[in-house]
T-cell receptor, first 113, second 113 residues
Framework: AQSVTQLDSHVSVSEGTPVLLRCNYS??????LFWYVQHPNKGLQLLLK??????LVKGINGFEAEFKKSETSFHLTKPSAHMSDAAEYFC???????????FGTGTSLTVIP | EAGVAQSPRYKIIEKRQSVAFWCNPI?????LYWYQQILGQGPKLLIQ????????DSQLPKDRFSAERLKGVDSTLKIQPAKLEDSAVYLC???????????FGQGTRLTVV
C-alpha cells in the first residue's frame, strides 16, 4: 500500500527566505512521488516528479525536492520565497504503474511580505 | 496542448436536487479520474476510468453518485440526490500513464444548501 504524510498543515515564511515543506512516504514498492501546487480557485498543477532517476529533482518556479530512501522522505524546497508561492501544496505517491495517485492532506504556505 | 476542461466552474443547488459535471480530458489520455476535494482536505479519488472501463470506484457513493465515460473520451459525474455534505470541489484529471503524472482541470465548486 502507498501513502504520504505531510508533516505540517501550515507553513509561514518571509519573502526572500527559504521554503521547506516536508513529506514522508510509505510504499511497498520503489515509489514514484510528485508535488502539486494549488493556488486559490485554481486546479492542481504539477511542480515536479521523482520516478527513480536522479534523487534531486528540479521543478518549475525554482522548486526542487530530494528523494531520501533511508529517511523515506521527499521534502520540497525553494531557496527564496516569492509572494506568488503562497498556495496549497500536495505531496503525492503513485502506484508502480503510475495509474493511481494517493494524496497527502496538504500544506498551506503563507508568504509574509 | 489543451488542458483538462471542466464545466461548470460553480454550481449552487438545494439538497435533494440533482447535478451533473462534465469533463473533457487531454487528447490521447486514456486514464480519467474524478476526485472530490472537501475544503481543507486533500483530493479523494471517486472513480478512475481506463478508456471507457471503470478501474476503481471503491470510494464512489453509488447510492447517489454515478459516472460514465462513453466512447472513452469525455466524462460526466452525476449526483442524485445531493446532500449537504457533497459540498466540495470536484476535480477531473487525466493521465497517459507511464509515470507522467496526472493533469487536473480547474474543478467545479459545488455548494449544496
Amino acid at each position: 500500500a502507498q501513502s504520504v504524510t505531510q508533516l505540517d498543515s501550515h507553513v509561514s515564511v518571509s519573502e526572500g527566505t527559504p521554503v521547506l515543506l516536508r513529506c514522508n512516504y510509505s510504499s511497498s514498492y520503489s515509489p514514484s512521488l510528485f508535488w502539486y501546487v494549488q493556488h486559490p480557485n485554481k486546479g492542481l498543477q504539477l511542480l515536479l516528479k521523482y520516478t527513480s532517476a536522479a534523487t534531486l529533482v528540479k521543478g518549475i518556479n525554482g522548486f526542487e525536492a530530494e528523494f531520501k530512501k533511508s529517511e523515506t522522505s521527499f521534502h520540497l524546497t525553494k531557496p527564496s520565497a516569492h509572494m506568488s508561492d503562497a498556495a496549497e501544496y500536495f505531496c503525492v505517491v503513485s502506484d508502480p504503474a503510475g495509474n493511481q495517485f494517493y494524496f497527502g492532506t496538504g500544506t498551506s504556505l503563507t508568504v509574509i511580505p | 496542448e489543451a488542458g483538462v476542461a471542466q464545466s461548470p466552474r460553480y454550481k449552487i443547488i438545494e439538497k435533494r436536487q440533482s447535478v451533473a459535471f462534465w469533463c473533457n480530458p487531454i487528447s490521447g489520455h486514456a486514464t480519467l479520474y474524478w476526485y472530490q476535494q472537501i475544503l481543507g482536505q486533500g483530493p479523494k479519488l471517486l472513480i478512475q476510468f481506463q478508456n471507457n472501463g471503470v478501474v476503481d470506484d471503491s470510494q464512489l457513493p453509488k447510492d447517489r453518485f454515478s459516472a460514465e465515460r462513453l466512447k472513452g473520451v469525455d466524462s460526466t459525474l452525476k449526483i442524485q440526490p445531493a446532500k449537504l455534505e457533497d459540498s466540495a470541489v470536484y476535480l477531473c484529471a487525466s493521465s497517459r500513464g507511464g509515470l507522467t503524472g496526472a493533469f487536473f482541470g480547474q474543478g467545479t465548486r459545488l455548494t449544496v444548501v
